[in-house]
């Protein structure tokens, strides 16, 4: 095993932690009941609103915009698709915005989150290295019980994944080298940056990220240190690798 | 009340959570003690060795050096007072110096402070923010059980308290106002330099942080928003003024 001395174990967060689609599609339903919209299946909302994450953030990677945290981006990208679902955006109060906006920190973890994490704590660090911002991060985990170490990730980097730059400097941050941490994620893009980096690698497929007609990272693609089913093997696994 | 809208309680941590001078003291008398040099009072060499600490900070707050996190800044501080203590700086091992440098990662909390913590974790975000570094409060926090919300402070701020950008960066990347945050620390300087950002303060004297002959800080020399006997008290006083 090349895991046995990982210290840090580091968690992409949507779709890997937290089912995003599921969340956002159900707090959309009711915003957009409020405002006469009957969509049949609200989903199409959470996938519009999920569609323009990437390119966001790729304005801020290319160095065309200073890094923006993620609460930012997401408010542009919302008023950005009101109109395509039949909604006026200058009828919609900022408040309203702001509430539908920050649906992102009220996500629900996947079933086996909390036992795994708590398990894993006992052991490693723990600490999402995610896209999101420090404050989202932290709303999501007091409302969720996801009992990390610390909140690191893109804004305490400055940089967006899969910059190299936001595992680097989080590692440096954490005075690690990046051999002593593991990446966690159900994208197999993620863990390819995160090696590239020197870090270790675990996949959680979650196959239901995107819904049932999910057709991407179903599997791994590349002989990553570890593939688990769900957070409790995961943390099984790294820690039945520990030197006693 | 003024205190009623806070959401967010802050700590300085050396000193208001942890009590660095008993635990670097001993440590330092096993270290001077293996080399065969006997300290009546091994406090002297924590004394010296904290003496450092802020005129270190000063470089940096100053911009005479550009953002250096504190392990740094205390490594080099150690090597500084060695001979000062009789021990010969290159006779020891790069190693050796590194284990005694983070004796500040494996500080005991004083003895109201998990009770107190715990409690106020069920109601407000909780979190350092402290001129330590994240490795340093994050080895800390698992070591004693300070159940810490997130891991802030001067090195995601990249500035040292009492630079107003510590605290004034802080809120921002809290997404909250600066009157919504609570800053609670044993020193009034810290206290001063947070209300001149617009937070609101808590005292929690510490009248033997610095051994029992302390004369600073023994009062609250302002009329800080709560002034509290410890951190149960604390917890009390900012629970109590919630509009439920």
Chains 1, 2 share one sequence.
């Not at 709303?139 to 400055?158: S, T, Y």
Request: hydrophobic share 45%; net charge negative.
């Amino acid at each position: 095993m090349t895991i046995e001395n990982v210290k840090a174990v580091l968690f992409d967060v949507f779709g890997t932690v937290v089912d995003w689609r599921s969340n956002v599609a159900r707090e959309a339903g009711f915003f957009l009941n409020s405002h006469g919209i009957k969509l049949a299946d609200p989903a199409r909302f959470a996938d519009a609103w999920r569609r323009r994450y990437s390119p966001s953030m790729e304005e801020v990677r290319s160095g065309r915009r200073p890094f923006t945290r993620l609460d930012v981006l997401h408010r542009e990208n919302l008023m950005a698709i009101l109109p395509d679902f039949g909604i006026d955006q200058a009828a919609i109060s900022a408040a309203e915005i702001d509430d539908l906006n920050h649906v992102w920190h009220r996500l629900d973890p996947w079933p086996d989150v909390i036992t795994g994490l708590v398990r894993l704590k006992s052991s490693h660090i723990i600490a999402p290295l995610s896209n999101g911002n420090v404050s989202l991060m932290i709303d999501m985990a007091k409302r969720a019980g996801l009992p990390w170490d610390a909140i690191l990730g893109a804004e305490v980097a400055q940089a967006y994944k899969p910059t190299p730059e936001a595992y680097v400097r989080t590692a440096d941050i954490l005075g690690l080298r990046p051999e002593q941490i593991c990446m966690v994620a159900a994208h197999n893009s993620d863990l390819a940056a995160a090696r590239s980096c020197g870090f270790r690698t675990a996949f959680v497929p979650r196959p239901h990220e995107h819904g049932p007609g999910q057709t991407t990272d179903l599997v791994a693609e590349q002989d990553w240190d570890i593939v688990a089913p769900d957070f409790i093997a995961l943390a099984s696994a790294l820690q039945n690798s520990l030197v006693i």
